[in-house]
Structure formats: structure tokens, C-alpha cells
């Protein structure tokens, strides 16, 4: 899926214009939860937000700095969702550019990991290859 566009058509979709802030938010939440489901492998659709923040720190793909933007934009989902709090509507309009950069953050994070292991990967043959040659 392609989460970043997910977060672009909500914001299109007009809703803060005709006041729907709880539908707004409700989507928003929806696609950061199925974005955790799919990258991280983490049950999110049925977990409150602490159950799910608990396992964002545990997962190693996601930095300490992710696992914070994650828990902020939940949270403040969570605000909308269900204490009908009603923040200021710059911060409402920030949402789906919040959740672009939580998904190339984690993007970034993954691509890193994968180089690293790669990195290794090429260490450990490159040392195979001249301890067969030391051999021979």
C-alpha cells in the first residue's frame, strides 16, 4: 500500500473545510495503524494507542524518534476521537504531512538496515575468500 498517498487523500478529501475533525482523525489513525501493521508486523487496528506504543519500543526497525512521532500522531488522534478535544486547525492541516514523514522515516530507517546487513554480508565473504586463499 501506498501510505503516503493514503495520507495525501484524506487531506483532499475536504473534511476539515466541512468540519468532520473526528472523521478526519479517524482516517488518519486508520492509515498510520495499517501502516504499522504492514511494515512492522505490529497488531494495530484493535490496540489502544498505549498497547501499540509499547510495541513500537519494542521493535528494533523502529528508533526512538519514530516511536515518539508515532505515539504523538495517535495521540493526538485519540484527543480528537475521543475527548472531542478540537486543536488549532494548523495543527489539524499538519496531520497527513505527520504521517507522510513517519512513513519515509521508517523507509529510510528500513533502507539503512537492509544496507548495513548487505555491508556485513560482504564483509563476512570478502574474510571467507582470503582465509581460503591463506589456505591454499
Do not use: C
Amino acid at each position: 500500500a501506498d501510505f503516503s498517498r493514503e495520507f495525501s487523500r484524506i487531506e483532499s478529501m475536504g473534511l476539515l473545510e466541512r468540519g468532520a475533525l473526528k472523521l478526519y482523525y479517524t482516517h488518519l489513525a486508520d492509515v498510520l495503524r495499517r501502516l504499522l501493521e504492514e511494515q512492522l508486523q505490529i497488531e494495530a487496528s484493535e490496540r489502544t494507542t498505549q498497547e501499540i506504543a509499547t510495541d513500537v519500543a519494542r521493535h528494533s526497525l523502529a528508533s526512538e524518534a519514530i516511536h515518539r512521532q508515532i505515539l504523538e500522531f495517535l495521540s493526538a488522534a485519540d484527543l480528537v476521537k475521543f475527548a472531542r478535544a478540537e486543536p488549532p486547525i494548523q495543527e489539524a492541516r499538519a496531520m497527513p504531512a505527520r504521517g507522510r514523514q513517519i512513513v519515509m522515516d521508517l523507509a529510510a530507517q528500513q533502507a539503512a538496515r537492509v544496507a548495513v546487513q548487505q555491508d556485513n554480508e560482504t564483509t563476512k565473504s570478502a574474510s571467507s575468500v582470503q582465509e581460503s586463499e591463506h589456505v591454499a
